[in-house]
DNA sequence: GTGAAAGCGCTAACAA
DNA sequence: TTGTTAGCGCTTTCAC
């Protein structure tokens, strides 16, 4: 990497007219701007941005910290914070939790160093589950701001971007309802998130409120073979007409084990999931989905967290919540539009 | 963030006086030592990490160029990269170049300015058929070392870290041949990528030795409607047995249509597919699929790139391209057992 | 119009 | 054993 000094010396020139003359300073003389920047072109200058950052005292550069990145719905909101730090000037450095408190924290520690201006993550699974807030709060006393998304810590007083899971999953089991459909169960591998939490508790409102079945919920774990656990499940509750599928996979295999015991989809019995338009489209017919706007809901996290950084030091913001709607994707494993 | 300054000041002792203490030297005093020690702990101090990488002139952060997040086996490559890197006490600065010659220079213009200390990447679509390669040469001729993994561009020398591609599709169509298939279907929307090249030509490899019937080649585009193109496809071709996925959806889609269509699986056709685990399962009987080992091939990226890094400054290592065996995992949608 | 010098936070060679 | 100093690459204030 070509330096401000060696430019200097190959002109005969001090470092800071070479600095100035880049930066366009209006002190510099036509002819000596001519000079420096020909030169910085051919040897295709560019300042060090270490240096830089240690002057300004900002690296430009977000920490996200996600849970898992094989996750779908996890990759997209990271692909919408990257284009849009991207946009506004500013990298990215990831890190993964693994859903782990320890590698949460550790993660924390390891860029709170001065190698990040501030954080957008989404709260580990183990996190949740210990309720532990301790290592956020010390983060933002530090001084680095952190943005929450998806499953967020409440009782942390900062930006969060969340989905409306809670209100969604109880439209979309009311337009179960609206079906004539007489037993609705509800599909989650997620229970131990926030976020499925949300959406159970909508399941249930919902059947509750209708007041004629009693909720019935399938729960599974992380490493359960859905495809044995969904066919247990439809062979004991040979009746269920509906299913509301709190994560990104059961949905699709609902609907291909309905099809394989000989039931018709959507005529005997509905499916709608919560996934992405990729995963919707891997059964036959495609599910009907609930789509979070991963992509948006990245952009608003890397756009709370830019304006906070960048807000002048008089201005203190106050946190913001903001909560991006869904939308009910109307494939073809239901009866109605759902709306 | 505090400083070795502050510290100093409150012990009424010089900076280099901490700086040693808290490194271990043998110079300092055991006393001065747990003085500094303590006062550190109790502030926390960690130090300052860009002025490290300004000091030592490296930043032990490593640049992730892949053109696209939310393909699921690029994803996994991400995480064995991050995983392996931070094994190593390396962080890694992601950014997506979406498929885009424009984008990918960006990034890597972007980051060469200090930012990094080498690059791992997959070359975007685009760039591959371009075929331009002088942006990563010149990055290479600013002293930055790149790990090129999946799609790589053989003209530049660095490291590499490849699939066996053209082998183990030939295989994988060879044992669809001694299952006594006789009309093997190819199915690709990785057509202009060079490993999708490279399992077309395995394929057609197996299909011409073998000579009994000609190669039949479905290639799509990342927009259609895969569902509609393979439908309309097995309509023309209503005799074909086998199936043989390059990318990793078509083979799901293909089982769940021949399903659909009233063919039995794998009774009255085989299907095998380049795939993920989690996809393989979408669909009853499970797709037969080919595993990339996505995390090892981003582990070994990544040991590549810090292993040249880490190198004394005499021996300059020759650059290595690992190839990273598949494996072909045996579900049900083909007769026997693939190997 | 140009240059010298300080300083961001740190390490390390050298001095005391 | 401890402190002084220089220097990593850059910007910026202040002198000339």
Do not use: W
């Not at 560019?46 to 779908?72: E, Y």
């Not at 000037?89 to 782990?100: A, D, F, V």
């Not at 291909?256 to 499916?271: C, F, R, W």
């Not at 913001?317 to 009866?335: C, G, R």
């Amino acid at each position: 990497m070509i330096t401000l000094k060696q430019l200097a010396q190959e002109l005969n020139v001090s470092i800071s007219t070479v600095s100035k003359a880049l930066n366009n300073s209006e002190e510099i003389g036509e002819e000596t701007v001519r000079r420096v920047k020909e030169l910085a072109e051919r040897y295709n200058y560019s300042p060090n941005k270490v240096a830089l950052s240690l002057k300004q005292n900002k690296t430009k550069t977000i920490g996200v910290i996600i849970p898992d990145i094989l996750n779908h719905f996890l990759a997209k909101v990271l692909f919408g914070i990257e284009r849009e730090a991207t946009q506004r000037g500013y990298h990215i450095m990831t890190c993964i939790s693994n859903e782990s408190l320890e590698k949460e924290k550790e993660a924390l520690k390891l860029l709170a160093n001065g190698s990040v201006d501030g954080f957008i993550l989404c709260v580990a699974e183990e996190t949740q589950i210990k309720n532990e807030i301790e290592h956020f709060k010390k983060t933002i006393n530090q001084g680095l701001p952190i943005v929450m998304f998806d499953r967020v810590a409440h009782d942390v007083f900062c930006d969060k971007v969340i989905v409306d899971d809670f209100d969604v999953t109880y439209r979309a089991v009311k337009s179960l309802l609206s079906e004539n459909r007489k037993k609705i169960a509800f599909f989650s591998s997620v229970d131990d998130l926030s976020v499925g939490k949300l959406r159970s508790h909508g399941y249930k409102k919902a059947i509750l409120e209708h007041g004629q079945q009693d909720v019935l919920e399938l729960k599974m774990k992380k490493d359960d073979d859905y495809q044995q656990k969904i066919r247990a499940f439809f062979e004991e509750h040979r009746d269920v007409d509906g299913i509301l599928s709190a994560d990104s996979s059961s949905g699709v295999i609902a609907i291909n084990t309905a099809l394989h015991l000989g039931l018709k989809v959507p005529e005997d019995i509905s499916v709608i999931g919560f996934t992405s338009q990729s995963v919707s489209e891997l059964s036959i017919p495609k599910l009907t989905t609930i789509r979070q706007h991963a992509k948006q809901i990245g952009a608003s996290a890397a756009d709370l967290l830019i304006k906070r950084l960048e807000k002048k030091h008089d201005a203190l913001l106050d946190f913001k919540t903001t909560i991006v709607k869904t939308t009910l994707v109307n494939n073809q494993s239901t009866l109605k539009t759902v709306s």
